[in-house]
């Protein structure tokens, strides 16, 4: 079993990555119903999202260990702890979700105020905020990109681009939510609602590899994983939290639709001229 771990790596750090996950939905989610009702998914939901965001982190910590060693936990804990980059590494990384975020809602409330940012609508502003970044930079940043940026793709880039490795590491990515995202898209009934289910899973399949693909960039200039975690913080806490808008369903749907747009239009405008 080791050798065939050291032999595929990367094939043994996504099925494990999945099985963790996605076992852990279905061992603590399955029992209430999948999908489950919303107040069930209101109770149980820090229950069930703890083994799944465990999942890429303690998938990359295994098989860093099994394959390269403590030479591996030295090399993983150096890029996390590189901080001295380039000043636009940071803005990129800070700074392109929220902006997009803000710019786009802002362009759409001009149609609907149901699409103002909630940080402007909400009544308690700071617990908002606070709530946003706390659960991107714990949830998103430290829990995944040990294993995604810590461990898959910086092997990847040994035998592929950027492009490819953004895509592959990207779509990945997005398939991952899609358990425990189906899991918590019922009714108060229980019975499956395509308002609830279509808006997110559109957000985690179209807006998540196009996001991905700068990343790998941001990571492949600067080789630092600490950005990449601010980076991937920046996404969750401003598009899912922060300056997300009262809208459901369909509307929610067009919000996620542009935001995947021009996010793919930057990706292709940075990456193509980096492949040629």
Do not use: C
């Not at 119903?33 to 820090?46: A, H, R, V, W």
């Not at 009714?187 to 997110?200: E, Q, R, T, V, Y």
């Amino acid at each position: 079993m080791k050798t065939f771990f050291k032999t595929h790596p990367l094939l043994t750090y996504f099925m494990l990555t999945f099985l963790i996950s996605w076992g852990g939905v279905l061992i603590l989610g399955a029992p209430h119903g999948i999908p489950t009702t919303s107040e069930n998914f209101e109770k149980l939901y820090p229950i069930v999202f703890l083994p799944y965001l465990l999942g890429p982190l303690v998938s990359g910590l295994i098989l860093i260990g099994l394959v390269e060693g403590k030479t591996g936990y030295q090399q993983l804990f150096e890029r996390l702890v590189t901080w001295r980059v380039k000043l636009q590494w940071y803005v990129l990384a800070l700074l392109t979700a929220p902006l997009l975020s803000l710019i786009i809602l802002g362009a759409l409330s001009l149609h609907s105020p149901d699409f103002l940012p909630a940080l402007i609508t909400a009544d308690e502003k700071l617990p908002l905020l606070l709530t946003g970044i706390m659960i991107g930079l714990f949830g998103g940043g430290l829990m995944e990109e040990p294993g995604w940026t810590g461990f898959a793709v910086p092997r990847l880039r040994e035998r592929a681009s950027v492009l490819k490795t953004g895509l592959v590491v990207g779509f990945l990515w997005g398939i991952w939510h899609f358990l425990p995202t189906y899991w918590g898209s019922g009714d108060s009934s229980g019975k499956l609602s395509p308002a609830l289910l279509l808006p997110p899973l559109f957000f985690y399949l179209a807006v998540l590899p196009a996001y991905r693909l700068l990343m790998v960039f941001v990571f492949d200039r600067t080789q630092s994983l600490l950005v990449v975690m601010f980076m991937h913080a920046s996404l969750t806490a401003s598009s899912l939290f922060i300056f997300a808008p009262a809208v459901q369903g369909a509307r929610l749907l067009l919000y996620y639709f542009v935001l995947a747009l021009v996010l793919w239009l930057i990706a292709a405008a940075i990456l193509i001229p980096d492949q040629t």
